[in-house]
């Protein structure tokens, strides 16, 4: 690999393209047997990289002026939500920087069609549940590494007894970007939730940035664009291969689909990527290819807190009782399930776990019968959206018992824990 890959000032902790012998050798043979490379072009890895820099100008103008500046958190959020609900117009003291967000925000980029979102977002309605489980579980392996694992432990996400709410946070907006027709409608509780999020995100990266355990050549910028990047080709190609396995039959075209639909998830949330954001599944399987590669198992106690907080974080507690303490031991050995089966065994051994194996054998007793109804499903279109519908009530059902009718608040002003 060229030198030129690497650009000066380029976060030394992510370490491709130095992927280690096995690693080498493994590009080599699949090469010479395929000729297929399966780490990405020069070009794309130089942008993945340049990418871990780089994070999100014009919302960052917004929240330096408003969230961070002489208005406060506050009085910006009102300003926010008075805009979602009757348009930007309608806020005549909004400044240059609120105007700018909005507009980029409400802008369709060119590159969407329509169709293939709303094809990507019901296949988020037929995984539901298992999305989250399965999504959660695979990055959970990724807690190895600092540049990922430290800005949530700085900032709590799911850290410890704030390990569940993040996750029920994260469980609304993916519930409510999934409705037929949500994300791409004015005015939508998922494109509302979805800016928020950036707000937020953008927050955290100015304090974690800014925060003295954080090491800014080592690792870049916090909540970078390839970061979210990952999280994306978390919520798309990985499920889609993943719960293959389970009984979920989703095919290549429905995994372009939702790969389309989570780059458009990815606009609302301020993920850009532009120029690299895969265009294929087999591209997006190249980028997750290199960033298993880069690893650098450095992220220590935090890593550690961040993997071993998640799972317990379903146990029943002593509040829970009868039929109440079973569904919370249900979702606890399922959750453990997931872990086993979608976490890297020699990541999973670093880490001290609940046995995988209860969850397991309850997940391999759904695959009957989640398989048949996918079979079925593309025989009857009705069937097919009775599938998705009950899943998604499923799913929600779940989300408002596990949050005893809490409401997420994503909120983009809570100060770092440590």
């Known amino acids: 690999m060229p030198d030129a890959l690497r650009p000066p000032g380029a976060p030394t902790a992510f370490r491709y393209p130095d992927v280690g012998p096995r690693r080498a050798r493994l590009r080599a043979t699949i090469r010479r047997l395929t000729g297929v490379d399966p780490f990405p072009s020069d070009a794309v890895a130089r942008a993945f990289i340049d990418g ?4 999100d100008p014009v919302a960052e103008r917004f929240v330096a002026q408003t969230y961070h500046g002489e208005m406060g958190a506050r009085r910006a959020r009102d300003l926010v939500e008075r805009a979602q609900r009757e348009g930007i117009d309608s806020v005549p003291d909004a400044p240059d920087s609120m105007r700018a967000l909005f507009e980029e925000f409400e802008q369709l980029p060119g590159w969407v069609q329509p169709d293939l979102v709303e094809q990507g977002a019901a296949v988020w309605r037929r995984w539901a549940y298992a999305l989250g489980a399965l999504g959660n579980a695979g990055t959970t392996d990724t807690y190895t590494e600092g540049w990922l694992a430290v800005p949530l432990s700085l900032s709590g996400g799911y850290a410890g007894r704030r ?9 609304r907006w993916w519930i409510e970007v999934c409705r037929p027709g949500a994300i791409l409608t004015p005015g939508s509780l998922g494109r509302s939730i979805s800016l928020h999020v950036r707000i937020m995100h953008v927050s955290v990266r100015e304090r974690v940035r800014l925060h003295p355990e954080w090491d ?8 970078s664009q390839s970061a979210m990047l990952l999280t994306l080709l978390g919520g798309s190609v990985a499920p889609a291969l993943g719960l293959f396995l389970l009984g979920h039959l989703t095919s290549p075209a429905e995994t372009r689909a939702v790969l389309h639909f989570n780059r ?11 120029g690299y ?34 799972v317990p974080a379903f146990a029943p507690t002593p509040a829970h009782r009868g039929l109440g303490r079973l569904r919370a031991e249900y979702h ?46 593309r025989v009857s279109p009705r069937l097919d959206r009775r599938w998705q ?22 909120e983009a002003a809570a100060p770092l824990r440590r």
């Open 264 to 274: 458009y998830c990815g606009h609302l949330v301020g993920v850009r990527c532009d």
């Open 52 to 55: 871990l820099t780089e994070g």
């Open 216 to 223: 800014a050549q080592r690792w870049g910028l916090p909540i």
């Open 389 to 410: 519908r009950t899943n998604l009530e499923r799913w929600e059902r779940w989300l408002r018992w596990q949050s005893a009718g809490k409401a997420a608040e994503f």
């Open 332 to 377: 606890y050995r399922v959750q453990a399930g997931y872990l086993g089966l979608y976490m890297l065994p020699w990541n999973r051994r670093r880490y001290l776990l609940p046995s995988a194996l209860p969850g397991i054998s309850l997940l391999a007793l759904r695959f009957p019968v989640v398989a048949g109804l996918e079979i079925a499903r």
């Open 163 to 171: 390990a569940m709410h993040r996750y029920l946070e994260t469980s």
């Open 277 to 310: 954001f895969p265009e294929t599944v087999a591209d997006a399987w190249r980028i997750l290819l290199m960033a298993d590669s880069a690893r650098s198992h450095d992220s220590g106690s935090d890593g550690a807190e961040l993997v071993e907080s998640f």
